[in-house]
């Protein structure tokens, strides 16, 4: 079971990803940010297996998240999301050390556990 730590600053989307997520008995949402700083306290303090963060997010941005990421919890996945669906954010994703990216309308179960399996 992945532990989630989830990161959008809009509430709807978070309780619907929540809701999704724990329809799966593959995860385990452990807590919820609205802002990148809250990602960061929380992926500090949790240490998650997983975090799921929008790009576009605010004080600081998802990419800048992964960055800590990347720095600090580097047993912590990060797969960013955004409503924007260009490949430049896939590219920027990646360039930043996440382990995907997943257009918001494609975000499933399906989607999230082909990314995490191929990373172990």
């Known amino acids: 079971m992945y532990r989630v730590v989830l990161a959008d600053d809009e509430p709807e989307f ?11 008995k593959e995860f385990n949402v452990v807590g919820e940010a609205g802002s990148g700083a809250e990602a960061i306290h929380m992926v500090n303090a949790l240490l998650p297996d997983v975090i799921i963060a929008d790009i576009y997010m605010p004080d600081p941005d998802g990419l ?11 047993s912590t996945k990060a797969i960013l999301i955004s409503a924007q669906e260009e490949q430049v954010y896939e590219i920027m994703a990646k360039r930043e050390g996440a382990l ?19 990373q172990k």
């Open 14 to 24: 978070r309780t619907w990803l929540r809701s999704i997520l724990e329809l799966s």
């Open 64 to 74: 800048e998240v992964v960055r800590f990421v990347q720095r600090h919890c580097p």
């Open 100 to 118: 995907a990216f997943i257009p918001k309308t494609k975000v499933s179960i399906d989607t999230l556990t082909h990314f995490l399996a191929v």
